[in-house]
């Protein structure tokens, strides 16, 4: 296999990671709100994000980009294919992260707040101060975790005409008849990038105040 | 936007015929996985420190690249190295080393969270390595791998909708087929997602179900 196929595979990466950042980002600020929604007392907020929650979770990705894909135009909203798959992987990854949300402010210890309270600070300042930053530490291993199992996932919005990483080695391993030369160089991609933010993730783990020595 | 249900009904066979298949693929596989993880895990516990290396890196690669490209690799690979399958068997085989690799993960922590003692005193009693295996290291870790792996399970559940993109004809290819020919998406592709949604749910709380009935066995045998 030339040289040459293997630079076209890294540049199909280039797509493979931006949609994977994009998604991971917009899922994160959904599950916030998904979870702040999970954690309140009232009723008719909790079951909307227990059923979105169980939804996303419950449906393979591939359904989900299908649905999306094949439905947006339906109801007459046509988006371009890269907006459907980023809409479909952030709403799944959004998801997941907000049951790691969820579990991480329920186990924000009690009398962190209460001491803070004593202080005198106000509810906003405790969540953004105290709350966010407890939650966020207890929640960076699975946020790492759940960054890699999204780059792994978006091999999956080749389905819907993208081409990234996986689908170009689809491509050329019709165009060349070197399957077994294509995928395993893009599998030997997906592991280096998901080695990197794994070993991104260990080194932010560490050098965040209060980590273990 | 309409919503035939009549559509469906019309090709019910078809519906049923894949989703048989689905179902079939996923219990086979799972099956597969978890015996083949447990192999896994018993040669990287026993089998020195070598083995222990290079099985531990072919679970690192298994679990690091994406599943699409691994079915790839043994479906368009495989006939460059002279291994011809239909596309059910490789989804199959695809779907067994896949899920294998976390199995072989779950029953590693399940041995090590074991009490060395028992296996000591297993040692001690004279059993051999089998044995302590099948009547120390496996009931006392049930308790302790059947949580993640049911997890498991329904994660391997969802994945079999990968599989048609190999052309598996289980229930993701029948419902988009049955979709973009009589233009029906609505109706097939949330006959689709209901289909899944139910049985993922349904596996979960079975999970639960049977963790509370094993968490009582071992409470009165304690």
Redesign the interface.
Known sequence: MSFKLFELLLQASIYTVTISIVSILIGFAIAILLSGMLLSLRRHLVLPARIFV??F????????L??IY??LP??GINVPSVVAAVVGLSLCTAAYQAENLRGGFASVPVGLVESAEMVGLTPGQIFRRIKVPTALRLTLPALVNEA?LIL?????V??VGIVEL?RM??DL?GSTFL??QL??S??LI??VI??IVALAGGLIERSLPGAPR | MSFDINVLIDQWPAIASGAGVTIMIWVFGTIAAAALGFLLAVARQYGGLAVDKALGLIVAVLRGTPFLIQIFLVYYGGPFIGLSLDPLLAGLIGISIYGAAYFSEIFRSGFRAVPRGHIEAGECVGLTQGQIVRRILLPEMTMLVLPPSVNMAVILMKETAVLSIITVPELTATLSAIGSQQYAFVEALSALALFYWVLVEFTGRLGNLAETKLSRFRFFNA
């Open positions: 169980s939804f979770r419950g449906v393979p990705l591939l359904v989900q299908l649905l094949n439905l339906v109801i890699i792994k996932a978006s091999s999956l080749s389905v996986t080695a689809q391993a399957p077994l995928f395993a893009a599998g997906y592991l998901n080695w």
